[in-house]
């Protein structure tokens, strides 16, 4: 047989494979979502940093004083209290206060970061001034929104010693329907998919939890002050030491969001570009999925029509490899809107426009994908809420100013 034969079947047993993990991850996200158990309550630190008003910000903040969770410490930290989201966190203390279960709420100013994103030093500042009795610290951010029992499943797998880390991940849900909103909903929901039982996950820091013990077993302290990623540095030092990254489906957590062209280029380039650099194994896979996604498919479908038209042998075969990418991108597309449907019930009148926009057009989100992931293959500066950064490797940072 000729070479490009042996290539169209590889083509086909891997995309096959491809999508066996696609159920698997999909049966796992609804076995493990149907479980919230009680019987493990670490005392815990839940840190949450903010800056400015994300959308819905009074609302998610609400959330977390909405705890089912009778162990835990509240803190909020911001850089400056000329933040205008320290005002709103003051005023929803006095408000929520009183009604939660937290035993203590505080509202923390750190001061501007030197060395660090300011995202890392206002969670290192807060780890400073936590109480000697907390075994766990939860971390999350500012503009996602968290039902009662979402503290309760977070820390659930750190029973097991062999955990390093549990998280678990965002989903957009649009607060307005533009094409750009709806490009940004469907390429993060491709994102959460491929998150499962498996060891290349990665922890995402929006939603995610590790006891204290291992947080100082594995320097995490030192590794955070001069780091721009608290998750991926986080993940690299967990499985350094042959710790588990543990991914909760009952913590994906949505978060309210709007966007435009230029805001979703520079957001999803920021997200690669720090991957590439802390992370560059995670960043290769990324764009050789998303290569292997788009040859599949297009350039496949160009083989196959070039084939029959010089009447090539082999055109049934050149034309399945297409055919099935068509077909596996498709299905891939209903069984994430069937997760969003499930895990996030109560916002699917708001997610019905994304989930007819994401299987409609399901074929045209790995060319954006990888367009967005090339785009973040030069230089090592971004900008990420109004402060400059200059990545000079996975755990050093230069603090540039703000813009």
Known sequence: MEWYVYVSWLLIVTQLLFLLLTFQNYRYVLAKNKRNRRYYRPRVALV?????LDTNFEDNILSFYRQDYENYLLCFVVGDREDPAYEVLCRLKEKAGR??????VRILVSGPGQTCSQK?????????QIPNDIEVLAFADSDICIKPGWLGRLVHPLRHDKVGVASGYRWFVPEKNNFATLTLVAINAKVAQLLGNTRYIQAWGGSMAIKLKTFRELGIE???????SDDLSLSYAVKKAHRKVAFVPGCIVASY???TWTQLFEFARRQFLITRVATPGTWWLGLLSSLY????????????????????????LFAAVPLLFFMAQFVRAILRQSIAKIILEQYRSKLKAAAVVDLMLFWLWSPVMLFLILSSAFGRIISWRGIRYRLDGPAETTVLGGE
């Open 99 to 104: 009604h939660t279960k937290a035993e203590d």
């Open 293 to 316: 996604s788009v040859f599949g498919l297009w350039i496949g479908a160009g083989l196959a029509v070039y084939a029959a038209h010089r009447r090539y042998s082999h055109v049934c």
């Open 257 to 259: 969001d709007s966007t």
């Open 222 to 228: 030192k590794i955070w002050q001069r780091a721009v």
């Open 48 to 52: 949450v940093p903010c800056k400015k």
């Open 120 to 128: 890392i030093h206002n969670l290192l500042y807060a780890y400073r």
